[in-house]
């Protein structure tokens, strides 16, 4: 089955820095990539579609110029959270797959700026 | 609208009973439906997908989907205590994203 790997699995950071989250498809090849973020006893909030080769679609209400999205290649997509606040503390899950079949989520990230 | 309806719970069963739950979704288009499971503070997992209508089993697991009424429920039979998480219903869209419910928190009773 469809296996994404997602780094790193936890990450502290100082108020101000960025952050690099990777989310990598390692048997399949993903045009299509997605972002979340989770806030503790919510539901998945979905931030941004990441497309190779071209612009990252975001949701409404997500800053695309704090929250950059590279997806350079079929197999890799990053988000950057720049300039990290403590709101932004929350957990970051990436998905590829295909709609009809399913999307397999990465084992997520759990941020913590302070 | 909500795109896809699922009661946020708690729902608890004892153990070894049918935990079932329910989902509602509001696109009539829609053709794909898939349920995740997840722990606390892990990433979604999918433990069922479904296409058509009628029911489909998978161990323990049985999906079930209506499309008429707009309504996929899964059914945990034989619930034990490493089944109590959050379930997902998710659905497709017509742009190809999956749409997730906010999700039900299942407790199962030991």
């Known amino acids: 089955g469809a296996v994404v790997s997602q780094h790193p699995s936890r990450v502290i950071c100082k108020s101000g820095t960025s952050v690099k989250i990777e989310c990598r498809s390692l048997d399949f090849q993903a045009t299509t990539m997605f972002w979340y973020r989770q806030f503790p006893k919510q539901s998945l909030m979905l931030m941004a579609t990441s497309n190779e080769g071209s612009k990252a679609t975001y949701e409404q209400g997500v800053e695309k110029d704090k929250f950059l999205i590279n997806h350079a290649s079929l197999t890799l997509s990053t988000l950057t959270v720049t300039s990290a606040h403590p709101e932004d503390s929350s957990f970051y899950i990436c998905?590829?797959?295909?709609?009809?079949?399913?999307?397999?989520f990465g084992s997520g990230t759990r941020l913590t700026v302070v | 609208q909500k795109e896809v309806e699922q009661n946020s719970g708690p729902l608890s069963v004892p153990e070894g009973a049918i935990a079932s739950l329910n989902c509602t979704y509001s696109d009539r288009v829609s053709q794909s439906f898939f349920w995740y499971r997840q722990y606390s503070g892990k990433s979604p997992e999918l433990i069922m997908s479904?296409?058509?209508?009628g029911d489909k089993e998978d161990g323990r697991f049985t999906a079930q989907l209506n499309k008429a009424s707009q309504y996929v429920s899964l059914l945990i039979r034989d619930s034990q205590p490493s089944d109590s998480a959050t379930y997902l219903c998710?659905?497709?869209?017509?742009?190809?994203?999956?749409?997730f419910g906010k999700g039900t928190r299942l407790h199962i009773l030991p």
């Open positions: 998710a659905v497709n869209s017509r742009d190809d994203k999956i749409i």
């Open positions: 998905s590829a797959g295909q709609g009809n079949y399913g999307y397999t």
């Open positions: 479904i296409y058509s209508n």
